[in-house]
């Protein structure tokens, strides 16, 4: 029996067609069951869940990683199989999951999503996402930055491992995944089973998720000794990156602060940068500089999260505006820290 | 008995000589074409065993010489069960001769869902205070015509689970509770986001108390039971006001009010003609309820039980 769990914070836009595409799996229905996890969402999204035969759960712990844990608490069948609440799945997405797992060597499976919408942001997202994945297979067979986009694992093991770690807001996914992976369990990426993504379309919210996930990759890097950091985190080991992230520095203040402005600055011209530059069309030109400020993006999270481990009090500081909305889980992240 | 078996029906018995015959008559003789088994968790200390061994060799019995509880002697029953679907009924209710088929009929047409019951009907209407029990406990399980639909609780009464969905959650909590074991099952399904369908045309009906005195005990029992379901349950109504005993306790002259008033309407809307046959009941529930009143104070300044708050 497989469980297919979905997250669902506020997505009453998606959500009716996400579980469509699941009930319209082409897999024997008493051997799999949709468990909907509902992650305290304000709007509409657990009337229409309710409309469904499906297994509606509700959790008011903040977090996709709480939700998906919720998840496979309830859940009947040994493998776990997570797909988003944007997503839209194919007719074989599960029939491919059982495939692949039914190789006893292999414990976990990462998909594919594919991009769906038009959205010139939505298709450069979904390109550097490609390019990710591509570098990700690129060394060695086994995935150590899964995405929790379509992934399926085994139950007893995920709960062996103690499921996904709720204080990461976002990156959970990641960090569950390095964790298994230096544990030397082997995840793989399989190709063939796909999923429809809906990428966001805003470049705000694009640009934020970035940074939140920046934050707590140095976090997840930060939970590692010296020698995972660098096979995990090469970037690490770089000269400008010893200098403002290591340990054994003194507290630099001045140069984290410096360039924390500088960044936020930065990121804020190009946004409205690519906003004007999109009406021209320069697409190569475009794409490019998106990916620069998309890399910035990762690095400001990144000196966030050292500011915040220093003792910086982010509510008080100057990029205040820019992380608003997200401000309580940055002040929830550095109380962890 | 064949080897392989559709269903088993469980049946947890206690000194139930009165009515044992009429139960187990109704649920030998179902138009039910695929072969099921019947199964007696048997405590009694008057004539029940004898009484099934001689006129219904074909069931199933088990016996305990200790008295267990419902719940326990339902899981006793599971134990032993082959069917993929259990039905569980009482044996003080008669149900009707489609009542397996119709369970079973909606377990394949809802592959999702983990168990599927229906409402209960009063089975001796013929006594005020039958009446009065029935107003108390099934209000919310009125043979009402409607859809089928999905619902928090299915009284044990009238209800089947899938096996391996019931075997996943343990079985009902054992003997520390009083009543409302059933109840507390139907949450732990209903929080782990499990479907209970509830469908109007399946009906059992129960015999309820018809003398007085039994029928006051009884409600004082149900009025302890519920704070202790109460106490282990969370996001029920109630289950944040018995955790604060003295609230609890300033609150609870307005507790029977609250629940006569709500009863009774449902009970209108559905057939006011037997509530003006016969007006004598509502004086009966309200009385039942004070009773009811005192249990639920019992319990809930009862120390030996606080213990089993924790319990989940």
């Known amino acids: ?337 | 008995m064949s080897d392989k078996v559709r269903c088993s029906v469980i049946i947890p018995s206690y000194n139930s000589e009165a009515t044992i015959v009429a139960c187990l008559e109704s649920v030998l003789n179902q138009d039910f074409a695929e072969p099921y088994e019947v199964i007696i968790v048997d405590s009694s200390t008057d004539n029940t065993p004898t009484l099934i061994e001689q006129r219904f060799p074909i069931v199933r019995l088990i016996r305990r010489e200790q008295r267990v509880g419902s719940g326990t002697a339902r899981n006793l029953g599971v134990a032993v069960a082959r069917g993929d679907i259990l039905a569980f009924t009482d044996s003080d209710c008669v149900v009707e001769p489609d009542w397996l088929q119709k369970m079973c009929e909606r377990h394949d047409q809802f592959l999702d869902c983990a168990a599927v019951g229906g409402p209960i009907v009063n089975g001796n209407p013929e006594s005020l205070v039958s009446w009065a029990g029935y107003l108390a406990e099934f209000n919310q399980f009125l043979p009402k015509d409607g859809n089928c639909r999905d619902v928090d609780h299915i009284p044990a009464g009238n209800v089947s689970y899938k096996h391996h969905v019931f075997g996943h959650y343990g079985g009902f909590p054992g003997d520390e509770f009083i009543k409302h074991e059933d109840m507390l099952f139907s949450w732990r399904l209903r929080n782990a986001g499990e479907k209970l369908l509830y469908h109007p045309t399946i009906r059992a009906a129960h015999c309820h108390r018809t003398k007085l005195n039994d029928y006051l005990h009884h409600q004082f029992n149900i009025g302890q039971g519920t704070v202790q379901t109460l106490r282990c349950t969370s996001g029920l109504r109630g289950s944040t006001l018995v955790r604060h005993r003295v609230l609890a306790t300033l609150m609870l002259p307005l507790l029977p009010v609250i629940k006569f008033t709500r009863s009774t309407a449902r009970f209108l809307a559905w057939q006011p003609v037997i509530l003006l046959k016969h007006p004598l009941i509502l004086p009966t529930f309200a009385l039942g309820l004070l009773w009811w009143a005192a249990g639920f104070a019992n319990m809930l300044w009862n120390a030996d039980h606080q213990s089993l708050g924790n319990l989940e």
């Open chain 1, 1 to 337: 029996m497989i469980s297919i769990i979905v997250p669902v914070f506020n997505e009453q836009e998606h959500i009716a067609d996400c579980l469509g595409s699941l009930l319209n799996l082409d897999y024997p229905v008493h051997q799999r069951e949709i468990i909907v996890v509902d992650n305290n969402s304000t709007d509409d999204s657990a009337k229409i869940i309710k409309g469904y035969p499906v297994r509606y759960v509700f959790t008011a712990r903040p977090g996709a990683a709480a939700a998906r844990n919720r998840g496979a608490e309830v859940a009947r069948g040994d493998i776990l199989a997570f797909v988003d609440a944007d997503c839209l799945v194919y007719e074989n997405w599960l029939e491919e999951i059982c495939t692949v797992l039914s190789d006893p060597g292999i414990d976990a499976v990462m998909g594919f999503a594919e991009g769906t919408n038009g959205s010139l942001w939505a298709e450069f997202r979904q390109k550097l996402y490609e390019v990710g994945i591509k570098e990700e297979i690129q060394q060695e067979d086994t995935v150590h930055k899964a995405a929790t986009t379509t992934f399926a694992i085994r139950r007893d093991l995920f709960l062996a491992n103690g499921g996904f770690d709720e204080s990461f807001l976002r990156a959970h996914d990641t960090e569950f995944s390095i964790r298994l992976h230096s544990r030397r369990y082997r995840i793989v990426f399989a190709p063939q089973i796909r999923v429809k993504h809906i990428n966001p379309v805003i470049l705000q919210e694009i640009i934020e998720t970035r940074t939140l996930q920046g934050l707590f990759a140095y976090k997840i890097a930060r939970m590692h000794n010296d020698i995972l950091q660098q096979r995990y985190f090469p970037e690490f080991s770089r000269w400008y990156y010893r200098y403002i992230f290591s340990e054994n520095r003194r507290r630099d203040l001045l140069v984290l602060n410096a360039l924390a402005l500088f960044l936020h600055r930065f990121i804020r011209i190009s946004v409205a940068v690519l906003e004007n530059l999109y009406s021209l069309g320069f697409r190569q030109s475009l794409f490019s500089f998106f990916r620069f400020t998309f890399d910035c993006c990762f690095l400001y999270g990144k000196t966030l999260a050292r500011l915040l481990e220093q003792g910086c009090h982010l509510r008080s500081s100057i990029w205040h505006p820019f992380l608003r909305q997200h401000l309580e889980e940055v002040a929830d992240c550095s109380a962890k820290m």
